[in-house]
């Protein structure tokens, strides 16, 4: 396999999706026609993630659960991605999850593109009904919600006690004490 270098912390390795399932290089992404590796998150970013998945597990909805880095194959799609965290209906799934995520969360790293153009419009595309983007570079929380076929920012959370929701969900948050 050859690397594709872009001026960002990914790494493209061009193969057949086929050739992707055999690979099984974890952690790793399959998106445009090749696997995606990207450097271990931050310190910070891993800090982040695990502050957030443990609130959201405070305020899940009966019958869903929360899972941070865990693959997203959706049902006759040919692609997988990892968001940073998920919520989803509990499930039995192992290997990926097939269904729709109730809520994508995305920790922004040096590959910033990537968390505010590609995967919006692949978890868009994927109809996931809701998308969080955390960035802790601009101190900022961005939600989004799917309308038709594209994502509508809900709110632009930068400071201080707030409130995130997917669907009905309500979920309290200290940003400041998210993003330290």
Same mark, same amino acid.
Do not use: C
């Given at each position: 396999m050859e690397a594709i270098r872009r001026g960002d912390e990914l790494q493209r390795f061009p193969? *057949?999706? $086929?050739?992707?399932?055999?690979a099984d290089v974890v952690p790793s992404e399959y998106y445009g026609g090749a696997l995606v590796v990207a450097a271990q998150p931050s310190q910070r970013h891993q800090k982040i993630?695990?502050?957030?998945? &443990?609130?959201?597990?405070?305020?899940?909805?009966?019958?869903? #659960? =929360?899972t941070g880095g865990w693959g997203w194959i959706p049902t006759g +799609?040919? %692609? $997988?991605l990892g968001p940073d965290l998920m919520v989803h #209906? %509990?499930?039995? %799934?192992?290997? &990926?999850?097939?269904? +729709?995520?109730?809520? =994508?969360?995305?920790?922004v790293s040096s590959n910033r593109a990537?968390?505010? =153009? &590609?995967? =919006?419009?692949?978890?868009?595309?994927?109809?996931a009904p809701s998308y969080w983007i955390v960035d802790p570079r601009d101190h900022v929380v961005v939600t989004m919600r799917l309308v038709d076929e594209f994502?509508? $920012? *809900?709110?632009?959370?930068?400071?201080?006690? +707030?409130?995130?929701?997917?669907? #009905?969900?309500?979920?309290? +948050?200290?940003?400041d004490a998210l993003l330290a």
């Open positions: 193969m *057949t999706w $086929e050739e992707y399932l055999e993630q695990f502050r957030l998945q &443990a609130i959201l597990l405070q305020h899940l909805a009966p019958g869903t #659960d =929360v +799609v040919r %692609e $997988e #209906d %509990e499930t039995e %799934e192992q290997r &990926a999850l097939s269904g +729709v995520p109730h809520l =994508v969360a995305e920790i990537n968390d505010y =153009v &590609a995967k =919006v419009q692949r978890y868009a595309a994927w109809r994502y509508v $920012e *809900t709110a632009r959370h930068t400071g201080g006690q +707030v409130v995130l929701t997917y669907g #009905d969900v309500e979920v309290p +948050v200290d940003l």
